[in-house]
């Protein structure tokens, strides 16, 4: 009889694989990540099928995370100034907490390694939050252009603002309003 598959093990091997991912991108080999998780590289595959399983389940368990960071007291009846605030704090708030989380989502998110199929389930995750904030920027955004400001503009803008605060983290708030201010005013029609 087979043994029951441990979470912490499959824990242990997310954990490395982000850290890994994070550092390396997607190239990180499945023998690094088995070493950084202190598994033996055959317990990786008795986890994830092959190592594109192993990036989506990834992909999934990041997008999770930053999802329910968004998702907290998100201000569902609010201006979508205040919703787009309330988006950019966590985002900020997600990064400095989990920098290798961030870094590894981002490298993810350009991977095509990751398929359609998990980048549905994922935009799922942020229920209706994404929606609303669409419906209420559409007032203020050419919509055509509104994914190239969101998926582009906002994280390569976020991406510089973290690196600012990292240089200076007593100006946290400051850097964090600046970047966000920057941002509102650059996609007002």
């Known amino acids: 009889m087979a043994r029951?598959?441990?979470?912490?093990?499959?824990?242990?091997?997310?954990?490395?694989?982000?850290?890994l991912v994070a550092a390396q991108g997607v190239a990180a080999s499945t023998a690094q990540i088995a070493k950084a998780a202190k598994v033996a590289e055959g317990t990786v595959f008795t986890y994830f099928e092959n190592k594109d399983v192993l990036l989506n389940a990834l992909f999934v368990r990041l997008e999770m995370r930053l999802a329910a960071n968004i998702g907290d007291a998100f201000p569902a009846e609010a201006s979508a100034q205040e919703q787009?605030?309330?988006?950019?704090?966590?985002?900020?708030?997600?990064?400095?907490?989990?920098?290798?989380?961030?870094?590894?989502?981002?490298?993810?998110?350009?991977?095509?390694r990751i398929s359609d199929s998990t980048r549905?389930?994922?935009?799922?995750?942020?229920?209706?939050?994404?929606?609303?904030?669409?419906?209420?920027?559409?007032?203020?955004?050419?919509?055509?252009?509104?994914?190239?400001?969101?998926?582009?503009v906002l994280v390569n803008l976020l991406d510089t603002t973290l690196d600012a605060i990292t240089a200076q983290p007593e100006q946290r708030q400051s850097l964090q309003q600046a970047g966000f201010d920057l941002f509102w005013k650059g996609i007002q029609r």
Request: hydrophobic residues 40%; contains cysteine.
């Open 120 to 152: 549905l389930h994922c935009e799922g995750l942020f229920g209706g939050m994404l929606q609303a904030l669409q419906r209420k920027l559409a007032a203020h955004i050419d919509p055509d252009r509104l994914p190239f400001y969101l998926g582009r």
């Open 4 to 19: 029951p598959l441990s979470d912490e093990k499959r824990d242990a091997i997310l954990t490395a694989a982000g850290r």
């Open 84 to 112: 787009l605030q309330h988006v950019w704090d966590a985002l900020v708030r997600w990064g400095l907490q989990y920098p290798d989380d961030a870094k590894a989502l981002r490298q993810l998110k350009v991977s095509d």
